[in-house]
């Protein structure tokens, strides 16, 4: 499996950063490879996107859900991944986001990619993206508020290891 960890920081409160991250169906208006993703319940998505020149398309979980601490989620059908992204307020109007998310490459093209940080040139353009688009809104698009222990856990929560 492959890694990448980015941060960074959005002149946004935390709730604001952290409640628009939750509209998980307006990600491709920021991240440029994603053509859709559709939230089939509180924690199932189905996602759809273009990496080079191949469609993907996989089924992922949010394993846990924290209002403005973090989202943990893995893929469960589709292309391996999985993840987490914490939100950390610097002050009352600032806030640090960080993800941190392992993918398993596929075929020698995707390899060699991964090889040469094209995964992690992808997720920080689509941070600066997100960071641009959340602060250039009056306020989010919505919000999503409902904590999602991890059911998996001793006392239903984890620190969402990769």
């Given at each position: 499996?492959?890694?990448?960890?980015?941060?960074?920081?959005?002149?946004?409160p935390v709730?604001?950063?952290?409640?628009?991250?939750?509209?998980?169906?307006?990600?491709?208006?920021?991240?440029?490879?994603?053509?859709?993703?559709v939230?089939?319940?509180?924690?199932?998505?189905?996602?759809h996107?273009?990496?080079?020149?191949?469609?993907?398309?996989?089924?992922?979980?949010?394993?846990?859900?924290?209002?403005?601490?973090?989202?943990?989620?893995?893929?469960?059908?589709?292309?391996?991944?999985?993840?987490?992204?914490?939100?950390?307020?610097?002050?009352?109007e600032?806030?640090?986001?960080?993800?941190?998310?392992?993918?398993?490459?596929?075929?020698?093209?995707?390899?060699?990619?991964?090889?040469?940080?094209?995964?992690s040139?992808?997720?920080?353009?689509?941070?600066?993206?997100?960071?641009?688009f959340?602060?250039?809104?009056?306020?989010?698009?919505?919000?999503?508020?409902?904590?999602?222990?991890?059911?998996?856990?001793?006392?239903?929560?984890?620190?969402?290891?990769?």
């Amino acid at each position: 499996m492959a890694r990448v960890e980015k941060s960074i920081n959005v002149n946004v409160p935390v709730t604001m950063a952290y409640n628009q991250w939750t509209q998980f169906e307006q990600f491709p208006r920021f991240m440029e490879s994603v053509r859709s993703v559709v939230q089939l319940d509180d924690r199932r998505l189905t996602w759809h996107a273009r990496v080079g020149n191949r469609e993907k398309y996989w089924d992922a979980e949010i394993q846990e859900q924290v209002p403005d601490r973090r989202i943990v989620w893995r893929s469960t059908q589709g292309a391996t991944n999985a993840g987490q992204v914490t939100f950390q307020p610097i002050d009352d109007e600032h806030t640090r986001l960080t993800l941190r998310m392992s993918y398993r490459p596929e075929g020698m093209l995707e390899q060699a990619g991964s090889a040469m940080g094209m995964m992690s040139r992808m997720v920080a353009n689509d941070l600066s993206r997100f960071r641009d688009f959340v602060e250039s809104q009056p306020m989010e698009t919505g919000a999503y508020r409902d904590e999602l222990p991890n059911p998996n856990a001793p006392g239903g929560h984890t620190q969402g290891n990769l």
